[in-house]
């Protein structure tokens, strides 16, 4: 081995999870990783996060109120 050899490391390999990037895709929702990985560890997908209620989300959730949660499904289309 050469002494270059041995200061090269393999670089960790990350792969971000769907679920997440798709909540923080969606425009209006202003989600941050932050918020989106709180929802997808409860609620284990999007489809599972967009179906509950605001009030569902809010009480599950932590650092995720009633009017934010409407706001996420209204930038989805969802009313209530």
């Known amino acids: 081995p050469t002494a270059l050899r041995r200061h ?3 670089k960790p390999v990350w ?4 679920g997440v990037q798709t ?7 202003k989600l941050g990783p932050v918020l989106a990985e709180a929802l997808i560890a409860e609620y ?3 489809w599972a996060v ?15 109120g009633v ?6 499904l ?3 289309g969802r009313t209530t």
């Open 44 to 46: 284990k997908t999007p």
């Open 15 to 18: 792969i971000p999870n769907p």
């Open 50 to 64: 967009l179906s509950a209620s605001p009030q569902d989300i809010a009480s599950r959730v932590k650092g995720i």
């Open 74 to 76: 209204k930038s989805i």
């Open 23 to 29: 909540l923080m895709g969606i425009q209006g929702a």
């Open 67 to 72: 009017a934010r949660a409407a706001q996420l």
């Open 8 to 10: 090269l490391k393999d």
